[in-house]
């Protein structure tokens, strides 16, 4: 397309090798690791001059943080989509309202 236009096809070109260059180079593998603070950093210098790649996760996340109460129905208003959160630290609450999924 670029050749029928007029253009410059040289750059399209280099990519192209470079890419089949890349193709070439050992496939790195990935690992990963719950962050807990400077021991794990200790641990993933270890693998600092190998082909493995580290991804940090963590345990804090959101979803964790936040309970989700959930209570079978007794009544009619029970299966309303009305949720509440309670923060597991203060022991706030807060209710919501889920809308309905149509398919």
């Known amino acids: 397309m670029l050749a029928n236009n007029k253009y410059n096809t040289l750059p399209i070109e280099l990519l192209h090798k470079k890419r089949r260059q890349n193709h070439n180079v050992q496939k790195q593998k990935w690992t990963k690791f719950t962050y807990i603070g400077k ?3 200790f641990i993933t210098n270890l ?6 790649r580290i991804a940090f ?3 804090n996340t959101t979803g964790k943080c936040l309970t989700m109460e959930k209570k ?4 009619k208003y029970d299966k309303s989509e009305v949720y ?5 630290d203060c022991k706030m609450k807060y209710a919501g309202h889920r809308k309905a999924v149509q398919s």
Request: hydrophobic share 15%.
């Open 84 to 88: 509440q959160l309670t923060c597991p």
């Open 47 to 52: 693998f600092k001059d190998t082909n493995v």
């Open 72 to 75: 079978t129905p007794q009544c």
């Open 39 to 41: 021991e794990t950093r």
């Open 57 to 59: 996760t963590t345990n």
